[in-house]
């Protein structure tokens, strides 16, 4: 079988914004790195201080409320990581550092559209390292009441079923079923924005979210219609939002996961607890490379399921 390479960005690429919950405006750097790195957050800007590195994986994770956060609260950290995260794992970038000047990812347009064409711009190449997969042996599931979120095994790379349950008409029941792959997500979820009611609106300033949240990067609704005039990217926009919310919290694992995940009813909080459980138990997955080869009691990773993570770009 031929082996999948790790992969990073072939050049840097510089991107600014605000951030959609604390206003403040921010720059991205993406950088290549080494093999082995993975993704690492480099907070820069910090008064008096050096900058500060932290690891994009899930044991750094210090808040899931509207957004993922990463880091020491009483040193630096960096929220509303999801989003690029997402187009790093959708587009299978296995190693980047990414410098921010401030304590949020600009949130663009509210999807990683702006993230992928950042990546597009620059491009990518594949590294002599193998690259290495997390394969989930035996189901892991986590419930909060009529919630849940799950990891299990499966034979075809990474797989995700979403499903959300709104009261309100205007997005009810929704279910999103896809295989990860490069194409799919730019197909299929890159696109769809994060979105809020109005009636939250004067509880979250008060909590200090939402701050700098608009109609040019959130899809508003009130209890009848949407706000945006120029309507919804997809029809259901809103469990494919949840879906890339998703993929970004799951990179969280630290290497591309060979499984399937299913929740209904999730969140930033289930999608990080579920990996938490994933890797209390030992007997719940391994670590693989694509190019190991077959070993007692063990499969080889699939060709389809390295070809389920390779860059579509070189």
Same mark, same amino acid.
């Given at each position: 079988?031929?082996? !999948?390479? =790790?992969?990073?960005?072939?050049?840097?690429?510089?991107?600014?914004?605000?951030?959609?919950?604390?206003?403040?405006?921010?720059?991205?750097?993406?950088?290549?790195?080494?093999?082995?790195?993975?993704?690492?957050?480099?907070?820069?800007?910090?008064?008096?201080?050096?900058?500060?590195?932290?690891?994009? =994986?899930?044991?750094?994770? +210090?808040?899931?409320?509207?957004?993922t956060?990463?880091?020491?609260?009483?040193?630096?950290?960096?929220?509303?990581?999801?989003?690029?995260?997402?187009?790093?794992?959708?587009?299978?970038?296995?190693?980047?550092?990414?410098?921010?000047? $401030?304590?949020?990812?600009?949130?663009?347009?509210? +999807?990683?559209?702006?993230?992928?064409?950042?990546?597009?711009?620059?491009?990518?190449? #594949?590294?002599?390292?193998?690259?290495?997969?997390?394969?989930?042996?035996?189901?892991?599931?986590?419930?909060?009441?009529?919630?849940?979120?799950?990891?299990?095994?499966?034979?075809?790379?990474?797989?995700?079923?979403? /499903?959300?349950?709104?009261?309100?008409?205007?997005?009810?029941?929704? #279910?999103?079923?896809?295989?990860?792959?490069? =194409?799919?997500?730019?197909?299929?979820?890159?696109?769809a924005? #994060?979105? $809020?009611?109005?009636?939250?609106?004067?509880?979250?300033?008060?909590?200090?979210?939402?701050?700098?949240?608009?109609? /040019?990067?959130?899809?508003?609704?009130? /209890?009848?219609?949407?706000?945006?005039?120029? $309507?919804?990217?997809?029809?259901? /926009?809103?469990?494919?939002?949840?879906?890339l919310?998703?993929?970004?919290?799951?990179?969280?694992?630290?290497?591309?996961?060979?499984?399937?995940y299913? +929740?209904?009813?999730?969140?930033?909080?289930?999608?990080? *607890?579920?990996?938490?459980?994933?890797? @209390?138990?030992?007997? @719940?997955?391994?670590?693989?490379?694509? *190019?190991r080869?077959?070993? @007692?009691?063990r @499969?080889?990773? =699939?060709?389809? !399921?390295?070809?389920?993570?390779?860059?579509?770009? #070189?």
């Open positions: 079988m031929k082996p !999948a390479g =790790q992969t990073t960005l072939a050049d840097r690429v510089r991107l600014s914004g605000i951030g959609v919950h604390s206003n403040a405006t921010a720059s991205l750097n993406l950088l290549p790195a080494d093999a082995h790195t993975g993704v690492v957050f480099r907070r820069t800007g910090l008064k008096g201080l050096p900058d500060r590195e932290i690891r994009a =994986q899930w044991s750094n994770v +210090s808040m899931t409320e509207l957004c956060v990463i880091g020491d609260p009483s040193s630096a950290t960096v929220s509303t990581i999801e989003h690029l995260l997402a187009a790093f794992a959708g587009l299978g970038i296995d190693n980047a550092i990414v410098e921010v000047d $401030g304590p949020e990812v600009p949130i663009m347009d509210g +999807s990683a559209a702006a993230f992928v064409d950042a990546i597009d711009q620059v491009g990518t190449i #594949t590294q002599a390292a193998p690259r290495r997969y997390l394969r989930v042996l035996k189901t892991v599931r986590i419930e909060n009441g009529r919630a849940f979120s799950e990891l299990r095994p499966s034979s075809d790379g990474f797989r995700l079923e979403v /499903e959300i349950d709104f009261a309100t008409n205007i997005i009810g029941r929704q #279910t999103l079923s896809m295989l990860l792959t490069p =194409q799919n997500f730019r197909r299929e979820i890159a696109r924005r #994060t979105f $809020g009611f109005l009636r939250d609106v004067e509880r979250l300033w008060k909590a200090g979210f939402a701050l700098g949240a608009s109609l /040019e990067n959130t899809v508003a609704l009130d /209890e009848t219609r949407i706000l945006n005039p120029e $309507g919804l990217r997809y029809g259901d /926009e809103f469990v494919r939002h949840k879906t919310d998703a993929v970004g919290d799951l990179a969280l694992a630290g290497a591309p996961i060979l499984g399937a299913r +929740s209904y009813c999730g969140g930033h909080k289930m999608n990080v *607890s579920v990996l938490e459980a994933l890797f @209390a138990d030992e007997t @719940a997955y391994e670590f693989v490379e694509a *190019s080869p077959r070993v @007692a009691g @499969a080889p990773v =699939q060709a389809a !399921a390295a070809a389920a993570f390779a860059p579509d770009r #070189t």
